[in-house]
Nanobody, 123 residues
Framework: QVQLVESGGRLVQPGGSLTLSCAAS????????MAWFRQAPGKEREFVGC????????LYATSVKGRFTISRDNAKNTVYLQMNTLKPEDTAAYYC????????????????WGQGTQVTVSS
């Protein structure tokens, strides 16, 4: 199995940028497709984007497409979420998730989750 630890969340002003990291340990990182989800207070968990095992494919939620970019460095066992042009509605706890066989937007299919990192977009 794999253990996931997110970092990089903080308070940022609207229009600003932020990069989240998710470091993996345990099983070979490239065995896992990876995804980012987020959850705002009082709302359901929401798909943000995902990246395939080798990093050659990505998929994004409509709400973040063109503003967020997912990348991975399998040599460093890390997946990143670069967030640009942040909006107050991006405020949420952000979670990375991994799975051996699933690549897509269904959170129920991901077996491994980090503890989350808080992103707050506010002036």
């Amino acid at each position: 199995q794999v253990q996931l630890v997110e970092s990089g969340g903080r308070l940022v002003q609207p229009g600003g940028s932020l990069t989240l990291s998710c470091a993996a340990s345990g099983r070979t990182f490239s065995d896992y497709a990876m995804a980012w989800f987020r959850q705002a207070p009082g709302k359901e968990r929401e798909f943000v984007g995902c990246i395939s095992w080798g990093g050659d494919r990505t998929l994004y939620a409509t709400s973040v497409k063109g503003r967020f970019t997912i990348s991975r460095d399998n040599a460093k066992n890390t997946v990143y979420l670069q967030m640009n042009t942040l909006k107050p509605e991006d405020t949420a706890a952000y979670y990375c998730a991994g799975d051996l066989t699933h690549y897509g937007d269904y959170d129920g299919a991901y077996d491994y989750w980090g503890q989350g990192t808080q992103v707050t977009v506010s002036s």
